[in-house]
């Protein structure tokens, strides 16, 4: 059963760079059949998706987070990764890791979830 | 970006009532649409897939009906577990993007 789990720092300061791992467990971070993605929530309000990224490299993030947003793969230790650069207050959020599969891209599998506040 | 707006944002129901959620997308996206059930301090569950198919899993209490632009999630009766909130979401394109939520509370 495949399982997710995200790590990183809790407590990020303003204009530094969040930085998240989620690693994979249960089943192959390598097959072509599913996206990785990241989505956040901020207390008390919606999902905002991040954006994902796919086996063979290939990114794809929401423009609102401008060129903020880096998403990396390092399938030799199934994990992947986020990197938000200049972060304000309105990052504080929890960050889900989660895969996407099949023609709908439905969210199938989630990470429990990690609390980022951005504060000094 | 496509936008995608459910309604009630709330609704009150009673254990054994049918309740019915809307979400209408701001252009057609085919059947690219999913439900996701979230419990507070929880990671959201896949219910609905493709518009109208039963996650692995989920009680056929569930369903989900619609294309192109409307959709709707029917829970056929109620159950105190079902109390919490619900995300549509689409994947027609880029930003994948949800609707803003219905919260499903107890009359």
């Known amino acids: 059963q495949v399982q997710l789990q995200e790590s990183g720092p809790g407590l990020v300061k303003p204009s530094q760079t969040l930085s998240l791992t989620c690693s994979v467990s249960?089943?192959?971070?390598?097959?072509?059949?599913?996206?990785w993605n990241w989505i956040r929530q901020p207390a008390g309000k919606g999902l905002e998706w991040i954006g994902r990224i796919y086996t063979g490299g290939s990114t794809h993030h929401n423009p609102s987070l401008k060129s903020r947003v880096t998403i990396s793969l390092d399938a030799s230790k199934s994990q992947f990764s986020l990197k938000l650069s200049s972060v304000t207050a309105a990052d504080t959020a929890v960050y889900f890791c989660v895969r996407s599969s099949g023609w709908s891209d439905a969210f199938d599998i989630w990470g429990q979830g990690t609390m980022v506040t951005v504060s000094s | 970006d496509i936008q995608m707006t459910q309604s009630p944002s709330s609704l009150s129901a009673s254990v054994g009532d049918r309740v019915t959620i809307t979400c209408r997308a701001s252009q057609s996206i085919s059947s690219y649409l999913n439900w996701y059930q979230q419990k507070p301090g929880k990671a959201p569950n896949l219910l609905i897939y493709a518009a109208s198919s039963l996650q692995s899993g989920v009680p056929s209490r569930f369903s989900g009906s619609g294309s192109g632009t409307d959709f709707t999630l029917t829970i056929s009766s109620l159950q105190p577990e079902d109390f919490a909130t619900y995300y549509c979401q689409q994947s027609y394109s880029t930003p994948i993007t949800f609707g803003q939520g219905t919260r499903l509370e107890i009359k």
């Open positions: 249960g089943g192959s971070i390598s097959s072509n059949t599913y996206y």
